[in-house]
């Protein structure tokens, strides 16, 4: 059977269902191409940037589902926050990516496959310092792993600034979900839910998971919707969005820049 007529088959099988067959019948056919094509566009952006730059960066930081009307907005936060942490932008650069988008309630694109694999890559190789998400995605993306345990980078008394503004995963549901995924069993995606991950990450809508009902609760990350800059810019003015450290090497810039965003007090002084 020629392979054209074995693709027209498998999608014939593929209709009605959810995007656990979808995802496999994508990564199946075309896992090279994906890979490659990811691959090859980190090379073209870190070629393009270190040809522009030639400058070691303070700071890499990807904004995920930002709303960027405003062209001025990466000048503004890249300047702002070079002024607040002392970053000489004639020596060093601060990376801030605000292109990317994954949809909320699951992956249904293949768009929304290669931008998740674009942050793992980044996140594997130790250049991303933070990223900032949407609440559903940062789940997501946190339940496949990435992004630190917050008390390896704050003190108790640090986190304390944040009261009411961390957020927990639950360790144990992380582990089930990795095995879940490792057996490419994946709750089916329709659009009811996706309309309820919508929904369920708006500001009027959104609450916090609770840590006192979690098994083994993990804080990896600090809510910035209401930080004055984060405002002030619109980058999500409608949804919850959810600061996390990855494995990148400025720590201290990278903690430097959760208090440009809030202020010295966290927002809550």
Not at 96 to 109: A, C, F, H, I, R
Not at 124 to 142: H, K, S
Not at 226 to 231: F, L, R, T
Request: proline share 3%; glycine share 8%.
């Amino acid at each position: 059977m020629a392979l054209s007529d074995e693709i027209k088959r498998e999608q014939e099988k593929l209709k009605g269902r959810g995007v656990k067959a979808h995802l496999s019948y994508f990564w199946y056919y075309y896992k090279i191409h994906t890979i490659a094509a990811v691959l090859m566009l980190l090379f073209i952006i870190s070629a393009v940037r270190s040809v522009l730059s030639n400058k070691p960066a303070a700071l890499n930081a990807v904004f995920l589902n930002a709303v960027t009307y405003d062209v001025g907005n990466y000048d503004a936060l890249m300047e702002g926050f070079s002024r607040y942490a002392d970053i000489d932008l004639k020596k060093n650069s601060v990376l801030l990516d605000m292109t990317e988008y994954m949809t909320p309630g699951g992956m249904v694109t293949e768009y929304d496959l290669a931008a998740s694999q674009k942050i793992a890559v980044q996140e594997n190789t130790g250049q991303l310092d933070l990223l900032v998400a949407d609440a559903w995605n940062f789940r997501f993306l946190t339940l496949n792993g990435g992004i630190r345990n917050l008390t390896e980078l704050f003190s108790e008394e640090e986190l304390e600034k944040y009261a009411g503004k961390v957020y927990y995963i639950d360790l144990a549901e992380a582990e089930t979900y990795a095995e879940q995924a490792d057996s490419g069993e994946y709750d089916e995606v329709t659009q009811e839910s996706l309309d309820e991950a919508a929904a369920g990450e708006k500001k009027d809508a959104f609450i916090l998971p609770d840590p006192s009902g979690m098994e083994e609760p993990v804080p990896v990350g600090i809510v910035v919707s209401d930080a004055a800059v984060i405002e002030e810019l619109a980058l999500y003015p409608d949804t919850v969005c959810i600061l996390g450290y990855a494995g990148g090497g400025n720590t201290e810039k990278a903690k430097l820049f959760l208090e440009y965003l809030y202020g010295a007090d966290g927002g809550n002084g």
